[in-house]
Nanobody
Framework: HVQLVESGGGLVQPGESLTLSCAGS?????????VGWFRQAPGKEREGVSC????????YSASSVKGRFTISRDSGKITVYLQMSGLKPEDTAVYYC????????????????????WGRGTRVTVSS
């Protein structure tokens, strides 16, 4: 498994933007890994936000964030980003990065139970 470290969380006002980053510790490459962003709000279950399959051929995006959030990787496949725009109070949560070297079926790309490597999370608070 790869160790992951998230960064970029913080407090923003509704409508603002924020970009989260996730990298393998020590500069480990995430090439060949499916990667995803998940979030967990207080009192709620962890849910998939945006995910990419190992060769970026499959993208999962939760309906609640479509058109507002974008997942991407850098060209060196070391860092994964989650660009968030038009943030809403309901986006408030701890955001986790996850990765796995398995080749996922389409139905599994957004399934948190399929990912074996997880970061510790970064908190995003959207409030006026």
């Amino acid at each position: 498994h790869v160790q992951l470290v998230e960064s970029g969380g913080g407090l923003v006002q509704p409508g603002e933007s924020l970009t989260l980053s996730c990298a393998g510790s020590g500069g480990d490459s995430l090439d060949g890994y499916a990667v995803g962003w998940f979030r967990q709000a207080p009192g709620k279950e962890r849910e998939g936000v945006s995910c990419l399959s190992s060769i970026d051929s499959i993208t999962y995006s939760a309906s609640s964030v479509k058109g507002r959030f974008t997942i991407s990787r850098d060209s060196g496949k070391i860092t994964v980003y989650l660009q968030m725009s038009g943030l809403k109070p309901e986006d408030t949560a701890v955001y986790y990065c996850a990765a796995d070297s398995a080749a996922f079926f389409v139905r599994d790309v957004g399934d948190a139970n399929k990912y074996r490597s997880w970061g510790r999370g970064t908190r995003v608070t959207v409030s006026s």
